[in-house]
């Protein structure tokens, strides 16, 4: 009896649920997994910044055709901010450049303020963000010296669809957010200070869903697996 070999082609289009870890770019992630999984087609759905962790979507094939989609879903953070302090780029990416006391600072207004951010308005992005202003990067002209105030940077529409904070280990401030597509949260935390004449900056980050798509079924990098994807 004879058979006949049938070559089956490896499926390709798909996306992965990845946990980006702390330093690494999102473009590192979608580099190493394009050498690790041998894509010819490949990208991320949402940059999250260098110092921040969590979900990270990557298309593959075809699915790079729905990163709009996946982009387009809310998004929710947990993390940690801390007045008193301020950093030219809203987290520890830069060094400290002032600082403000705390002492008059009520914290029965943690929790006002945080609800004043709910629904929509107008919020301007971090002069340290990837959005293009005269061809360059903005972090570009940051990193030259450039003011925020003497650039005439956009300002983007937002939704806030939940903010809970606890002030319990003040001044640092936990919370939990839900938010549409291109809200800077390094944005909410430098408003959330100037609000309390304080300052602010973030000290930690984590993305842990991106729409029904939760952090708990992400892969970590070191233990990447091709077979691992997910499809709609």
């Known amino acids: 009896m004879s058979f006949i070999s049938v070559e089956i082609e490896p499926i390709t289009d798909h996306f992965y649920l990845m946990d980006k870890p702390s330093t690494w770019t999102s473009f590192d992630v979608v580099k190493k997994m394009k050498y690790a999984g041998q894509f010819k087609k ?56 002032h600082e403000y006391a705390i002492d008059e600072i009520d914290v029965d207004q943690i929790i006002p303020i945080a609800n004043s951010f709910l629904g929509n308005s107008e919020q301007a992005p971090p002069i340290y963000s990837a959005i293009k202003l005269d061809g360059k990067r903005l972090y570009t002209h940051a990193r030259n010296g450039v003011q925020a105030e003497d ?12 903010f809970e904070v606890n002030a319990d280990n003040f ?17 909410i935390v430098r408003d959330f200070g100037a609000k309390l004449q304080s300052g602010a900056y973030l000290k930690k980050l984590i993305r842990t869903a991106i729409g029904e798509f939760s952090l708990e079924n992400a892969q970590s990098i070191a233990s990447f697996d091709p077979n691992l994807y997910e499809t709609l």
Do not use: N
Not at 153 to 158: D, G, T, W
């Open 151 to 162: 650039l005439a940077i956009k300002l983007r529409e937002v939704s806030i669809y939940s």
């Open 42 to 97: 490949i990208g991320h759905a949402g940059t999250l910044d260098p110092l921040a962790t969590g979900l990270l979507i990557i298309c593959v094939g075809k699915y790079t055709k729905k990163i709009d989609y996946f982009q387009s879903l809310p998004k929710t953070y947990t993390g940690t901010f801390v007045l008193g302090k301020t950093t030219p780029s809203i987290d520890l990416e830069t060094e400290f450049d």
């Open 171 to 187: 001044p640092e401030i936990d919370f939990k957010i839900t938010c549409s597509k291109g809200t800077y949260i390094r944005s």
